[in-house]
C-alpha cells in the first residue's frame, strides 16, 4: 500500500504490523509540513511545534492499535496535533483559555479550509525561495522578519530605493507565477492575496 492508499487507522496499522518503516517515513513526511503550520499556529513556535507533531507520530508508531477505530487518518492527525499544540499552551499559561478555539469544535469544513492554507503557504514558500538571491533576501526580511525598508536599507547597506524596487520585483514575480503556471492559477486569487498580505 502506497501513502495515497492511507486513509484510515486500519490502513496505516496494516502497515506498520508489516514493518514498513520507509512508507511509513513518507506517509510522516507527506504531512509534516502542513502539521507544523496547523500547530505553529497556536504555540507560535516552531521548534515546539515541530516536537509536537513528531511525537503525535510517535506514539502512533509505538501504539498504534489506538487507531483501530480511526475513519479519517488525515481528520485524525489534524486535530491530534492541535489538541496536542492547545494542552501546550495552556500547560505554559501563555494565553488564555477563550482565545482558543478547541479542537472538539472543529468541523469537515475547518479542517478542509486549514488543509487548503497550509498547502497554498508550503507552495508559497517555494516559490519565494526561486526568487534571485538579493531580491529574496529583501522580501524575507520584509515578509518573515516585519523589517521596515529603512531597517532593510540599513542591514544590507543598500538604499530605501533598491529596497523597495526589490520588494516591487518579487511581487511581480510571484504573480506572473502564480497567473501564468497552470498548477499555481487554480488557486490563484488565493495565492495573490497571501503574496501580498500574508505575513509569513
Given at each position: 500500500?502506497?501513502?495515497?492508499?492511507?486513509?484510515?487507522?486500519?490502513?496505516?496499522?496494516?502497515?506498520?504490523?508489516?514493518?514498513?518503516?520507509?512508507?511509513?517515513?513518507?506517509?510522516?513526511?507527506?504531512?509534516?509540513?502542513?502539521?507544523?503550520?496547523?500547530?505553529?499556529?497556536?504555540?507560535?513556535?516552531?521548534?515546539?511545534?515541530?516536537?509536537?507533531?513528531?511525537?503525535?507520530?510517535?506514539?502512533?508508531?509505538?501504539?498504534?492499535?489506538?487507531?483501530?477505530?480511526?475513519?479519517?487518518?488525515?481528520?485524525?492527525?489534524?486535530?491530534?496535533?492541535?489538541?496536542?499544540?492547545?494542552?501546550?499552551?495552556?500547560?505554559?499559561?501563555?494565553?488564555?483559555?477563550?482565545?482558543?478555539?478547541?479542537?472538539?469544535?472543529?468541523?469537515?469544513?475547518?479542517?478542509?479550509?486549514?488543509?487548503?492554507?497550509?498547502?497554498?503557504?508550503?507552495?508559497?514558500?517555494?516559490?519565494?525561495?526561486?526568487?534571485?538571491?538579493?531580491?529574496?533576501?529583501?522580501?524575507?526580511?520584509?515578509?518573515?522578519?516585519?523589517?521596515?525598508?529603512?531597517?532593510?536599507?540599513?542591514?544590507?547597506?543598500?538604499?530605501?530605493?533598491?529596497?523597495?524596487?526589490?520588494?516591487?520585483?518579487?511581487?511581480?514575480?510571484?504573480?506572473?507565477?502564480?497567473?501564468?503556471?497552470?498548477?499555481?492559477?487554480?488557486?490563484?486569487?488565493?495565492?495573490?492575496?497571501?503574496?501580498?498580505?500574508?505575513?509569513l
Amino acid at each position: 500500500m502506497g501513502v495515497l492508499g492511507i486513509e484510515t487507522g486500519r490502513d496505516l496499522i496494516a502497515l506498520i504490523e508489516k514493518g514498513r518503516t520507509p512508507t511509513f517515513t513518507q506517509f510522516y513526511t507527506s504531512y509534516f509540513q502542513k502539521l507544523l503550520l496547523a500547530s505553529d499556529k497556536y504555540v507560535k513556535d516552531v521548534y515546539t511545534a515541530e516536537e509536537l507533531v513528531q511525537d503525535v507520530f510517535l506514539k502512533i508508531w509505538e501504539n498504534p492499535y489506538t487507531i483501530t477505530e480511526v475513519k479519517s487518518i488525515k481528520s485524525y492527525l489534524y486535530k491530534s496535533v492541535i489538541n496536542a499544540s492547545i494542552n501546550y499552551i495552556n500547560r505554559q499559561k501563555n494565553i488564555e483559555q477563550h482565545h482558543l478555539k478547541l479542537v472538539t469544535e472543529l468541523s469537515d469544513g475547518d479542517l478542509r479550509d486549514l488543509e487548503e492554507e497550509n498547502e497554498m503557504i508550503i507552495l508559497l514558500h517555494a516559490e519565494i525561495d526561486k526568487l534571485p538571491s538579493q531580491c529574496k533576501k529583501v522580501f524575507k526580511l520584509s515578509r518573515f522578519e516585519h523589517l521596515k525598508y529603512k531597517e532593510i536599507a540599513l542591514q544590507l547597506g543598500i538604499s530605501e530605493k533598491t529596497v523597495e524596487n526589490h520588494i516591487g520585483n518579487a511581487l511581480k514575480i510571484l504573480r506572473d507565477r502564480f497567473l501564468n503556471d497552470t498548477k499555481l492559477n487554480k488557486k490563484g486569487k488565493s495565492f495573490l492575496l497571501l503574496v501580498n498580505t500574508y505575513q509569513l
